[in-house]
C-alpha cells in the first residue's frame, strides 16, 4: 500500500481571438501623409487614474483554512494546538493565528494580507511541534478559489515529503508542516513540561539499553555511533543490513505508576534504502511498547506514520505502517502514552529490512534524546494543557491571534483635502495598527487587543482617528484604554476613538512644520496607544474577519465630517457627501469616491514608507498603477519594499 491522495484539477482556457479586417481597395489620397511623433505622453497621477467604480482598494482576503487531522484514532491527534506563520520573507517567521483542534479536525476563517504566500504549519502537543508528516491540510477557501492539498508531482507543482503546494488562480500558498524548531520568542506559554520520568541523551555509554537481532538467524546492527548527533556527541544507530531481519533498539524500564498522562518524545535522523523511486519503501522502522510480558504492540506517533513498508522481498513488517525513506534532517517525534499509565513499560527501535540493498551505503536509523515526560496538568480546567495554553491560568482565554502578525503593524493612509481630492501623497494622516484577537479553547473570541502608533502627519487641521469594530456596545464588559482612547455613546455601535486629535500626539521637529514626511527632517517616534475590549460572552470569530474593520478619520472640529474608506458608509451621513471632488451617493451604496473612484484613504497591511510630502503616490509605487487599474488582480504586492516596486527617492524611510 502506498500513501497517495488525488488533487483535483481545475484547469482554465485562454483563448486569443485575432480579429482582421481585410480592405480591398483604398480610397483615400494616393500619397497619404504620415503622421509626425506623437507628442510625449502627460504625466499620468493618482487624480488623474480612470479606475473601476467596484475596485474597492482591498489589501486583504479572506481565508478558510481547513485541516483535518489524518491520524484521528488517538486522543492527541484528536486535539493538538495548531499555529500558521507568514514565511514570506524567508527565515523570519511571524506567527498569524493560534488555535485547536477539536475532532481531529480545525477551521477557522482568518484575514490575510495580500502579499503574504507562504505560511508554516506547525503543529504542537503538550508543548512540543511535532513531525506531523501525514496530517496536513485538506482544503484552504480563498474568496471564490478553492486551494487544495498536493500530496503528490504534478505538472507545475513543486513537492517534496513535508512540504505541500497549494495554488489558487492568483496565488500558490505553500504550505509546510515538518518539524522546526519554536521561533526565538515563544508564541504561548514557554515550553514547560511536566515531571521527567525517564530520560537519556546518549551520552553516557549504553546505560542499560539493550539491542538484540529478533531471530537467531538475523543480524543486530545496532550501536552507539559518533557519526552524527542531534546533542551532543553520541546517538544509537542501526545501518542497513544485507538480508532481510528485524532488530531492535530497547529501554531499561519505565515507570509509569501514578502518572495518568505521558508522552515518549525522541530526536531521529533516518534514512533508508528506497532504491532511489520516491514511491518505493522496501526498509524501515517503527516505535513499539511492553509492559515486560514479552509481547510488544505498536505505538503509533502523534502525526502518523509517513508511509508503509512494501511487501517485497520478505520484510517482516511489509504492508505496515512505519518510518520509510527519508526524515531530511533531525526530526522530533511524540507519541501519546496515556493508553499505558500507571504500568511499567519498555520500549524499543524496531528496524525491519529487505533481502537486499540497492544503496549499501544509507545511513540507516538514529535515534537521540529519549524522554519520557508527564504531560502536564490543565490548571485551569479549560480542556487545553498548560504548555499548549497561553492563557493556563484563565478557563475562558487560551489563545491569541495577531493581524497582520505577532511582531507586525499595518497601515491606514489618509489623504485629508476631502471633499477635495488633494494632492494623492496619502501622508496627511499616517497610522499603524495592530489587532490581537484572544480566544477561548473553542475559537470564539474572548477580548480584542489593539496598538496603534502614528507614522505620519501633515495635515494643517487638526484631525481625529477613529475604527467602528464589528460588534455592539452592549456586548462589552470592559474596557481598558491608554489616556486620551474612548468609545463613543451616542450609537449602539461600539465606535472607538482612538485619538480624538491626532496632532497632541506628535510634535514636528525643530525647524518643520509636519512629522515624518519632510526629506532630511528628524524622525520623530509616537507613543504606542493601547486599548483592551473584554466581552460579556464570547464572540464567533466569524465577526472579525473583517480587518482592520472600519477605520476613519475625522476634523475635530467638526466631528460629523467623517471620512472612511471607499463604499463605507460612515457613522452619521456628514453633510458634505456629494461636495466637490466626492461623488458619493448612499442611495447607491458610493461613498467617498471621486469621479474616477479614487477614495481618500488607503490601507496597506504592513509596515510602510509612505510618499514624502508633495510625491504623488504613482511617483513613490511604480506598481500601484497596475493594481489600480486591473481592480487589484495584478501587483497585489505593490507596497512591499523592492526597488522594482518603489521609487526609494520619494518615499520616507523609516529607521
Avoid at 470564539?444 to 505620519?456: C, D, E, S
Wanted: charge should be negative; hydrophobic fraction near 35%.
Amino acid at each position: 500500500m502506498r500513501f497517495m491522495s488525488s488533487l483535483r484539477q481545475i484547469s482554465g482556457v485562454c483563448c486569443l481571438l485575432l480579429i482582421v479586417v481585410a480592405c480591398d481597395s483604398y480610397t483615400g489620397p494616393e500619397n497619404p501623409v504620415v503622421n509626425p511623433d506623437p507628442p510625449p505622453p502627460q504625466t499620468v497621477t493618482t487624480g488623474s487614474l480612470e479606475l473601476d467604480e467596484e475596485f474597492l482598494f482591498k489589501t486583504t482576503g479572506s481565508l478558510r483554512i481547513v485541516v483535518r487531522l489524518l491520524d484521528a484514532s488517538s486522543a492527541a491527534s484528536q486535539q493538538s494546538r495548531l499555529e500558521f506563520y507568514d514565511i514570506s520573507s524567508g527565515d523570519q517567521r511571524e506567527l498569524i493565528l493560534a488555535g485547536f483542534s477539536q475532532n481531529a479536525r480545525f477551521e477557522r476563517i482568518v484575514p490575510i494580507p495580500s502579499h503574504i504566500d507562504s505560511v508554516l504549519i506547525r503543529r504542537v502537543y503538550a508543548g512540543i511541534a511535532v513531525d506531523s508528516v501525514k496530517a496536513g491540510v485538506s482544503s484552504l477557501y480563498g474568496g471564490v478559489r478553492i486551494l487544495r492539498h498536493n500530496f503528490g508531482p504534478t505538472a507545475g507543482t513543486k513537492t517534496s515529503k513535508n512540504t505541500r503546494q497549494l495554488y489558487s488562480e492568483k496565488h500558490r500558498y505553500t504550505m509546510t508542516d515538518v518539524d522546526r524548531e519554536p521561533p526565538a520568542k515563544q508564541s504561548h506559554s514557554a515550553y514547560q513540561k511536566g515531571q521527567v520520568v525517564f530520560q537519556d541523551n546518549m551520552e553516557n555509554g549504553t546505560n542499560g539499553w539493550l539491542h538484540l537481532a529478533l531471530s537467531a538467524s538475523q543480524t543486530d546492527n545496532w550501536q552507539q555511533t559518533s557519526e552524527r548527533s542531534a546533542s551532543g556527541q553520541f546517538s544509537w544507530r542501526v545501518s542497513p543490513h544485507p538480508s532481510a531481519g528485524s532488530d531492535a533498539l530497547q529501554s531499561p524500564f519505565i515507570n509509569l505508576t501514578g502518572i495518568e498522562d505521558a508522552i515518549l518524545t525522541f530526536k531521529q535522523f533516518y534514512a533508508f534504502d528506497d532504491c532511489g523511486q520516491a514511491d518505493f519503501a522496501p526498509d524501515g522502522g517503527r516505535v513499539e511498547i511492553s509492559d515486560g510480558s514479552g509481547d510488544w504492540q505498536v505505538l503509533k506517533p502523534v502525526g502518523g506514520y509517513p508511509g508503509v513498508l512494501d511487501a517485497i522481498c520478505d520484510n517482516p513488517l511489509a504492508g505496515q505502517e512505519a518510518y520509510v525513506q527519508s526524515s531530511n534532517g533531525w526530526r522530533t517525534a511524540v507519541f501519546d502514552l496515556t493508553p499505558h499509565a500507571n504500568q511499567i513499560v519498555y520500549i524499543r527501535f524496531r528496524s525491519a529490512w529487505d533481502c537486499d540493498n540497492c544503496a549499501s551505503d544509507a545511513p540507516g536509523w538514529f535515534i537521540d534524546d529519549v524522554a519520557v515526560l508527564s504531560a502536564g496538568a490543565d490548571t485551569d480546567g479549560d480542556g487545553i494543557r498548560d504548555e499548549d495554553d497561553d492563557f493556563p491560568s484563565s478557563n475562558t482565554k487560551a489563545f491569541q491571534s495577531w493581524y497582520p502578525a505577532e511582531n507586525c503593524f499595518g497601515t491606514i493612509a489618509c489623504e485629508s483635502d476631502w471633499p477635495s481630492k488633494g494632492d494623492y501623497d496619502f501622508n496627511d494622516l499616517v497610522m499603524q495598527y495592530q489587532y490581537k484577537l484572544i480566544t477561548d479553547a473553542s475559537g470564539n473570541v474572548v477580548a480584542l487587543n489593539g496598538l496603534f502608533r502614528v507614522q505620519a502627519f501633515s495635515c494643517a487641521e487638526q484631525l481625529g482617528f477613529g475604527v467602528r469594530l464589528p460588534f455592539s456596545l452592549s456586548d462589552i464588559a470592559s474596557f481598558l484604554g491608554s489616556s486620551g482612547t474612548f468609545l463613543e455613546a451616542s450609537t449602539g455601535q461600539a465606535i472607538l476613538v482612538v485619538s480624538n486629535d491626532v496632532s497632541s500626539l506628535v510634535t514636528p521637529a525643530a525647524g518643520y512644520t509636519t512629522v515624518n514626511t519632510q526629506e532630511g527632517s528628524p524622525y520623530i517616534s509616537a507613543p504606542v496607544l493601547s486599548v483592551l475590549i473584554e466581552f460579556n460572552s464570547p464572540l464567533p470569530s466569524t465577526a472579525f474577519e473583517s480587518t482592520p474593520f472600519d477605520p476613519f478619520f475625522y476634523y475635530t472640529a467638526e466631528r460629523i465630517r467623517e471620512v472612511q474608506m471607499p463604499d463605507t458608509p460612515p457613522v452619521a451621513l456628514p453633510p458634505y457627501l456629494g461636495q466637490q471632488d466626492d461623488t458619493s451617493n448612499p442611495s447607491l451604496g458610493r461613498y467617498y469616491r471621486t469621479s474616477k473612484n479614487m477614495g481618500w484613504m488607503l490601507h496597506v497591511p504592513s509596515e510602510w514608507d509612505h510618499p514624502l510630502e508633495g510625491a504623488d503616490l504613482l511617483k513613490a509605487f511604480k506598481r500601484f498603477r497596475s493594481w489600480a487599474e486591473s481592480n487589484g488582480e495584478e501587483m497585489e504586492n505593490w507596497y512591499v519594499s523592492g526597488s522594482d516596486r518603489v521609487n526609494t527617492e520619494w518615499v520616507w524611510r523609516s529607521p
